[in-house]
């Protein structure tokens, strides 16, 4: 509870954009209520994904705008965009086509759970990435 | 997708802490699947999540650890911990104990929505902050 956001400033400028001009964003499937990713946007991510209601994330690693789905076809569309109380994170809830969010074929990033002192993976996958990346 | 985790290192050390130690922490109610917050951890945090069995946060703002629940009562018990692909965020099941997991007294700290181009809060106070954090 550092600063709580404040509605009545533009609602881009409301929100806490890190030192790097980002925000942490969790994207949670509508229907089963399972969190797919966390991810980033930047500002322009996230007017982008407003425009298109299409899920638009800042690649950290690339260092662009990343359309979801742009390479898979996992786009993910978006129903419903909401901040908490203090405007330092995201929550985008989604319809994921084709059921999967992660990139090596599972429907969840969130896949290895701690069991011991060890992370297992927990969740099948649904198909094999050379399947879905393919050129 | 920067680096894939690697889940024959020791697991704290598979993780990805960012330049401050930190991982950030998505943190789900068990049974409604509601998303409550995103909170952040350093390694001490996360090893005494695991010990107590109760989410134990690294509070930037205050820069120490915040035993969630310590002033509110409104304590997580964590059922079930896990990490994404790339091991740079982790996602925590829990019971809320109160139902209450904001310091406004909202259910969930995500209660503002995007309409139009403003956030709106959408979520009903349940108990009123002064009730909660009563001396």
Redesign the interface.
């Known amino acids: 509870?550092?600063h709580?956001?404040d509605?009545s400033l533009?609602?881009l400028d409301?929100l806490h954009w890190d030192a790097d001009g980002l925000i942490?964003v969790?994207t949670?499937e509508a229907g089963?209520?399972?969190?797919l990713?966390?991810a980033w946007m930047n500002r322009e991510s996230l007017a982008e994904t407003?425009r298109c209601r299409r899920a638009v994330y800042w690649s950290?690693?690339r260092q662009r705008l990343w359309r979801k789905g742009e390479e898979s076809g996992h786009v993910q569309h978006v129903r419903?965009?909401?901040?908490?109380?203090?405007?330092?994170?995201l929550?985008l809830s989604v319809e994921q086509e084709g059921g999967i969010a992660?990139?090596?074929g599972?429907e969840s990033?969130?896949?290895?759970?701690?069991e011991g002192?060890?992370?297992?993976?927990?969740d099948p996958v649904l198909k094999d990435p050379k399947d879905i990346y393919v050129k």
């Open positions: 509870m550092s709580d956001l509605p533009p609602w409301a942490p969790i949670q089963s209520g399972r969190v990713t966390l407003v950290r690693s419903d965009i909401r901040t908490d109380c203090d405007g330092d994170a929550l992660c990139h090596t599972r990033c969130f896949f290895f759970r701690v002192e060890q992370w297992a993976a927990a």
